[in-house]
């Protein structure tokens, strides 16, 4: 169900679930580059330092598509894209024009929001404050309130703020820590990126018999075991053989293995941990299951085609639908400050759309 042949996954084909990235040929490559450099009169002493920017490129406009992918994908946001980059403005150091800019629709209202997109590995973003000073003027101009997109790798979740209604003043700029932006995090009431816990004990088991003889090795021994009974089940060790997918990813995004072994028997068991999830997290759990091992998703070839993995809606229907038996909350965050710009209704959202 999952899984794609070899074959198949290298079509290019309307129904490719991750399609995969081109073969990087490192020489073909470098001569490119080495071309581009001569033919600009770029000075690439220094490879060490232009391979550490380069990455930094890569890794920052691939942070704005996953975040506009999430945005859209999470069904308030109706539009997002790149701002252009070969803008032509008066004052360049009085301004700083953000990465983004998206509209969202609830009840009728709408907003346009522009985002400046941003990822670390510590749980604290430091802005500097001529850098802010300079995207507010640029916000000003159009007149939309600016938010700040910001994954901590070591949550990898991603948050949406306003920089302006908090932050911690230090070294010629602002300190936001990953405790004060959850308190004031808009991705819930503004993109529509729900909560939910899973019930505890819900989760994926699977029953072995052996099937063939045992084999000595150091640790003990080895042997073929065929699986006899494979199903889901709820917090109540109820059965079930046939789980809407939207409720497979769910049920997945936040288990811990065990595995059990009696002479003939075996039991390898996925089990629900009950903490917090977000539907940005149930989405990458899908994806993450049609990558090969550790690779990263590349969210450009399948941004376009999230919902054919999974709908958010169809998350949120079948999570209401097992409430009380695979999922015990449901529920949208609000902000510990709400922003002025937001619509009344928008401020008085309780649930998800």
């Given at each position: 169900m999952l899984?794609?042949?070899?074959n198949e996954s290298k079509?290019?084909?309307?129904?490719?679930r991750v399609r995969p990235a081109r073969p990087f040929h490192t020489i073909n490559a470098a001569h490119i580059i080495t071309r581009t450099a001569e033919a600009l009169d770029w000075d690439l002493d220094n490879v060490e330092n232009f391979i550490k920017t380069a990455e930094h490129v890569e890794f920052g406009l691939s942070a704005e598509l996953e975040l506009s992918a999430i945005l859209r994908w999470l069904g308030p946001c109706r539009m997002v894209h790149r701002l252009a980059e070969d803008a032509f403005v008066a004052d360049t150091a009085a301004q700083q024009i953000p990465d983004l800019v998206a509209t969202f629709e609830s009840n009728g209202e709408h907003i346009v929001t522009l985002i400046e997109v941003k990822t670390t590995a510590d749980p604290v973003l430091h802005l500097k404050a001529n850098y802010l000073d300079r995207l507010r003027r640029?916000?000003?101009i159009l007149g939309h309130p600016l938010l700040v997109g910001w994954r901590c790798r070591a949550i990898d979740m991603w948050l949406l703020f306003d920089p302006f209604a908090?932050?911690?003043p230090r070294a010629g700029g602002f300190d936001y820590t990953l405790e004060d932006v959850m308190k004031v995090d808009l991705?819930?009431?503004?993109?529509?990126?729900f909560y939910l816990v899973p019930t505890t004990g819900t989760g994926l088991r699977f029953e072995m018999e052996r099937t063939g003889d045992k084999i000595a090795t150091k640790e003990g021994y080895q042997a073929e075991f065929t699986v006899r009974r494979a199903y889901f089940h709820d917090g109540e060790g109820r059965a079930e053989t046939e789980l809407p997918q939207a409720m497979i990813w769910t049920v997945l995004s936040g288990v811990r293995a065990n595995s059990n072994v009696e002479d003939g028997q075996a039991v390898q068991s996925f089990t629900s941990t009950g903490g917090l999830r977000r539907a940005q997290n149930i989405l990458k759990t899908a994806l993450q299951f049609q990558t090969k091992g550790d690779q990263r998703i590349r969210w450009k070839g399948v941004a376009d085609d999230l919902d054919s993995i999974v709908r958010c809606t169809d998350i949120l229907t079948e999570s209401r639908a097992r409430f009380g038996t695979y999922v015990q909350y449901i529920f949208?965050?609000?902000p510990r400050v709400t922003p002025t710009f937001l619509p009344p209704k928008w401020r008085s959202k309780n649930e998800p759309d």
């Open positions: 899984d794609m042949s070899d079509q290019e084909h309307p129904n490719a640029y916000a000003e908090i932050g911690l991705m819930s009431l503004i993109a529509g990126d949208l965050q609000k």
